[in-house]
Structure formats: C-alpha cells, structure tokens
C-alpha cells in the first residue's frame, strides 16, 4: 500500500517557522484530509490537528494546518526547543479502506 | 478522561500467535472506531486493522491480512488484536487508538518481539 510523503527532516533556528508537508492523492489528503501527529523520542504520538486545520483542545495557536489539493502542510511558527520531534501526517484512503501514514519528518530546532 | 492501555506483549518465536488487548476508559467505548497501528523500532508509524464502532466493519493492512484478526468486548471495554503466523518483520511497538475524524487518542503502546 503507498504511503503519503514527507520530507524526511527539516531544520530551522530557534522563534522561526517551519512549514512540514504531506503529499497524497485525491482518494486520502485530497479527499478525507490530512491530521498531524507530534510524537517525542519514547511516547505515543499526540494528534495536533485534524481535517486539515481543526486543533484539538490544548494545542497550542503555534500549530496552524491547511491544504491544498492533494498536499497538507503544517506550519510552526516561533520555533521553541520542545518542537524538536517527529511529525507524521495520516489520512484516511478511501479507495482502499486504509489509513496512511507519512514517513515522518523529523524536525530540528537549532 | 480518555485512557487506553495495551497489554500482552512480549517475546514470541516466529510462526506463534500472540493476543494484544486494550482497555478503553473515560468514554463511551461503543460509539467508538478503534485502531491498531505499530512502530518498528527506528522506523515510522504504520496503520495494521481498524473494527467499526458496532464491530460490522473491519479493515487490515496487506502486511498482517490473513493473519491479524481485530475484535471488541463492548462489555469489557477492550478491543482485542489476535496475531498469529508472526514474523521478525512484526516486531513492533504496538499502539492501539480511538478513531473519530482523526486517530485522536493513542494509548502508550506495547512491544512485541518476534525472535527465536
């Protein structure tokens, strides 16, 4: 089953914004949307947002989704050391019956 | 508050069957989808089966159809996952999840080590 793609790792300086991308197709991210997972090195991952840009409650404003066509993009903005983590995205195929994931980017704040 | 916590991991030897569980709290289980997904050490998150709500519906990943079987005790508020044939390749952090527009609760995850 194909996955949805990210880029494998992006880097940005400490209070800057990073912009993470999930590229998938008109059955999953073009269709369902896309959600964001943050996971830390250790512990489960911890959903940021969801139909594309709907931030569960406690998340903070920092974490703003969106999309366009078949590619989601989940931007940060003020870049704090705690971000640094994995990010994945995931959406429903409905083609296939199958949630997706992206291979994770990983996200450095230097 | 929501909580799910797996249990049933542990050492397996290739081609022997091992039965994963997750205790839901803090909701009401039924009206929930529920998830399984794993993590390969080192690697990235990959979806395995999902049972619907009422437990009509149930959806696998190519790599476990066949030998993966998901199933729910509303009664008990657990939702099962039977894997049997297992392989090296299945060795995982197992994680299971509550569907509802998204995977939005993830419990903390149980390992299985498939190695003889």
């Known amino acids: 089953q194909a996955g949805l793609t990210q880029p494998p790792s992006v880097s940005k300086g400490l209070r800057q914004t990073a912009t993470l991308t999930c590229t998938g197709d008109?059955?999953?991210?073009?269709?369902?949307?896309a959600s964001w997972l943050q996971q830390h090195q250790g512990h489960p991952p911890k959903l940021l947002s969801y139909?594309?840009?709907i931030r569960p409650s406690g998340i903070s404003e920092r974490f703003s989704a969106s999309r366009s066509g078949n590619t989601a993009s989940l931007t940060i903005t003020g870049l704090q050391p705690e971000d640094e983590a994995d990010y994945y995205c995931?959406?429903?195929?409905?083609?296939?019956?199958?949630?997706?994931f992206g291979g994770g980017t990983k996200l450095t704040v230097l | 508050q929501v909580q799910l916590v797996e249990s049933g991991g542990g050492v397996v030897q290739p081609g022997r069957s091992l039965r994963l569980s997750c205790a839901a709290s803090g909701f009401t289980f039924s009206t929930y989808a529920m998830n399984w997904v794993r993590q390969a050490p080192g690697k990235g998150l990959e979806w395995v089966t999902v049972i619907s709500n009422d437990g009509s519906n149930k959806y696998y990943a190519e790599s476990v159809k066949g030998r993966f079987t998901i199933s729910r005790d509303d009664s008990e508020n657990t939702v099962h996952l039977q894997m049997n044939s297992l392989r090296a390749e299945d060795t995982a952090v197992y994680y299971c999840a509550r569907e509802s527009n998204s995977l939005e609760y993830w419990g903390q995850g149980t390992l299985v080590t498939v190695s003889s």
């Open positions: 995931s959406a429903w195929d409905s083609s296939l019956s199958v949630w997706l």
């Open positions: 139909r594309n840009n």
């Open positions: 008109i059955n999953n991210v073009g269709n369902q949307g």
